[in-house]
């Protein structure tokens, strides 16, 4: 029996965001809707990408984790604190 690393990784990433939000959270529901549309190319990638983004806003474990079912040319970067225009800080 071989055990595909990538499959572990996806299933591990889905038990994560199901403890993390709740087994019937609407976020929870919602995340297993965008996976089902994704999977299945209903949606396009870069939609993917901005609705696990806007979903999971302010939880970078899960938005990076997200990469996981993504090719790596579309992975998902977070800004990083240092980056201008990270603040709009005026006097």
């Known amino acids: 029996l071989t ?3 990538h499959l572990d990784n996806a299933r591990s990433y889905v038990a994560l965001v199901k403890m993390t939000l709740g087994p019937g959270s609407p976020q929870y ?4 809707t965008i996976l089902k549309g994704y999977r299945t190319g209903e ?3 870069y939609d993917v990408i901005d ?3 806007n ?3 302010g939880d970078s474990e ?4 997200f990469n996981t079912f993504l090719p790596e040319d579309y ?3 977070l800004p990083s604190d240092d980056e201008p225009g990270g603040t709009d800080a005026e006097d």
Request: net charge positive.
């Open 3 to 5: 055990m595909d690393p």
């Open 29 to 32: 529901t919602h995340f297993l």
């Open 43 to 45: 949606i396009a990638v």
């Open 51 to 53: 609705q696990i983004s």
């Open 55 to 57: 979903l999971f806003r």
């Open 62 to 65: 899960l938005i990076l984790g």
């Open 75 to 77: 992975h998902i970067k």
